[in-house]
């Protein structure tokens, strides 16, 4: 039996085409040098981890003694919109709950700012022109006693001075009157008198005893209050400063308009009665020719119709039942209203505001309206969209002033 053919091995040259040359493998590179700031990602996302249990404990520490305040905050939140509840869900049900919980209450925090501003101008006279506005009050936190509160901080000064006397006396009348209405149950403002009430104690006094002392004789008055030495204590420093003194207080111890002096001679308004008169007050005047048509009519009409809604919803103002007590420890601050008083250009009205400013600055103090965020009290949210809508129809009367005066509102 013969014996089968032996076939040649299937070598490195038999396996290559003729005429092509072996591949030459490439030389190893060198090893590059290694970044001490930039890790590969494995170690990077080692590290994260690493530090992520630091975090959360970090979280958890600003977060444990501070519960019931955010708390109260993530309430407005779920109530407003602003937060889902589902997000709330997967935060607590999450890895880093602390870091979830921290974040959504710092997302209904930044929240708060743009739907103020919103209210306010939903609630003025013109919506369509309004300037470009921001709330005059910003937003901070702050807690004494444990406890967390959000308080209402002035970023300025906005004094109101409008000008009524060209008004017939009855409406000007009922203006005063419904801005008395807005700061009492909306807005943090305050009349310019009340702060000049304090101020011109000792004024009054020295000018009740030189009017007693020469009633109708100037030149008397000047050398009585140069003798009695008066001089140091008002800066007189020569009769023209004495009678430009004389001026503003006489202005406010008896002005001259009349409809200011028919709203000066009537109570503060209290309870619901002042609503009631205002809306029949303008289902009369509806029909009056000219008036119904007036800016201020319009803005008395929309003004009255907020405030009836805002009684009907919050019988008691919704931030009495959030109201700290003024004794705020270490921190200098005076009441949020003062710093947007409402007056109507009488004469006394800038030098008595520029004299009180001055000295609340030299003390270095903040006007402020604190509120205590309590989970167990839905007041929050409303005693903010009261003051929206309170904002609101300030704007407003600011729009309405200067429609009246043919002026452009900037």
Known sequence: MS??????????????????????????????????????????????????????????AWLDPRRPGVAAVLRLGLARGWVAAGDVDAAFGGPAPNEALYRLFGATLSAIPAWVEALARQNALDPERMPDWRPFAGIDLAEWDGELHLVLVSRALWVHAFDLDGLPPALAVAV??????????????????????????????????????????????????????????????????????????????????????????????????????????????????????????????????ALRRAERRWPRPPWAALAVEEDWGEMEREPLECAQPIGFGEPWEADLLESFYENVACFGCDFARAWRCDPDNPALGDALEAFAVGQGLLIGACQADALARGAPFV
């Open 176 to 305: 005063a009157q419904t801005l008395d209405l807005v700061a009492r149950d909306l807005a943090p403002c305050c009349r310019a008198r009340d702060l000049a009430g304090s101020w011109y104690d000792d004024a009054l006094d020295a000018y009740e005893a030189l009017l007693a002392r020469a009633p109708d004789d100037p030149a008397e008055r000047w050398t009585a209050a140069a003798t009695d030495d008066w001089a140091d204590g008002f800066d007189w420093e020569d009769r023209a400063a004495f009678e430009a003194w004389w001026e503003r207080v006489g202005a406010y111890r008896a002005p001259a308009p009349r409809w200011l002096r028919r709203w000066l001679a009537r109570p503060r308004p209290r309870g619901p009665a002042p609503l009631r008169r205002a809306l029949r007050r303008l289902w009369r005047w509806r029909r009056a020719p000219g008036l119904s048509r007036a800016p201020w009519f319009r803005w008395l009409r929309r003004a009255t119709l």
């Open 3 to 60: 014996e089968p053919p032996v076939r040649p091995a299937r070598t490195a040259a038999r396996r290559r085409p003729a005429g092509r040359a072996p591949a030459r493998r490439p030389a190893p590179a060198a090893p590059a040098a290694v970044d001490p700031f930039r890790l590969p990602k494995t170690a990077r996302d080692l590290t994260g981890r690493a530090l992520a249990g630091l975090r959360e404990r970090g979280y958890g």
